[in-house]
């Protein structure tokens, strides 16, 4: 469960009710986020595939019914067909630090993944 949270841009903090904190990002640019996919598993795609059909193709080879994981992003067909991408981050800090440079945040350097993620989600919903 959520303790608090704070959504900056595409990105989502989540401070859990253990203190753990969770980055996501859904990405606006969804074709964007399709060729990071499709890089780090080395498939070769065509520049002129629409959005629906890269995405498919990449959930067709990597995934399972409608939703592929591939390392840190999930792709996910909707029923109508649209394609979303998000990606939940392993390196907890390094997102922090790139949300905090988005907002005008000082991470605290000496401090914990935990009380960073804690003080950027209050200075982002102070700051709305």
């Given at each position: ?70 390392g ?37 350097e ?19």
């Amino acid at each position: 469960m959520a303790k608090k949270s704070a959504i900056s841009g595409e990105y989502i903090i989540t401070v859990e009710d253990s203190g753990t904190v969770r980055v996501c990002k859904i990405y606006d640019n969804v074709k964007a986020s399709l060729r990071e996919c499709a890089e780090a598993k080395g498939f070769e795609y065509d520049p002129d595939w629409t959005t629906r059909q890269f995405g498919s193709k990449l959930i067709k080879d990597f995934g399972e019914g409608n939703q592929a994981e591939i390392g840190e992003y999930t792709i996910v067909k909707r029923d109508s067909g649209t394609i979303e991408t998000y990606r939940t981050y392993a390196n907890t800090l390094g997102a922090l630090r790139e949300i905090a440079a988005n907002v005008g945040f000082e991470i605290n350097e000496k401090s914990n993944t935990r009380n960073n993620g804690s003080k950027l989600v209050d200075f982002i919903n102070a700051n709305k």
